[in-house]
């Protein structure tokens, strides 16, 4: 099992910035691909990028492309999303999410969510 923690939600002003980690623990070394996801109120929970648990370039829903950025610390088995010209359509619960088969496979595990407000 590997057991996923978000941290750093909170409301943040539209334009403003906000970095949220995601903290990994259990069977880390049979993870390949960790995500990010988010669910507006109402909405269906939507794709925001991934990347490569032992590294490598990060890839990104168009929505966020060049104002969310996807990285990973392997010494402390957390992955970062740092969000950028947040606009109020951000606010949402942000998930962290790994799979253990590679891109474009099932995610296997889920953290709890950090919930992120973005006031206009």
């Known amino acids: 099992q590997v057991q996923l923690v978000e941290s750093g939600g909170g409301l943040v002003q539209a334009g403003g910035s906000l970095r949220l980690p995601c903290a990994a623990s259990?069977?880390?070394?049979?993870?390949?691909?960790m995500g990010w996801f988010r669910q507006a109120p109402g909405k269906e929970r939507e794709f925001v990028g991934g990347?490569?648990?032992?590294?490598?370039?990060?890839y990104y829903a168009d929505s966020v492309k060049g104002r969310f950025t996807i990285s990973s610390d392997n010494a402390k088995n957390t992955v970062y999303l740092q969000m950028n010209s947040l606009e109020p359509g951000g606010t949402a619960v942000y998930y962290c999410?790994?799979?253990?088969?590679?891109?474009?496979?099932?995610?296997?595990?889920w953290g709890q969510g950090a919930r992120v407000t973005v006031s206009s």
């Open positions: 990347i490569s648990w032992s590294g490598g370039s990060a």
């Open positions: 999410a790994a799979n253990v088969g590679g891109p474009g496979d099932e995610w296997d595990y």
């Open positions: 259990g069977r880390t070394f049979s993870v390949d691909t």
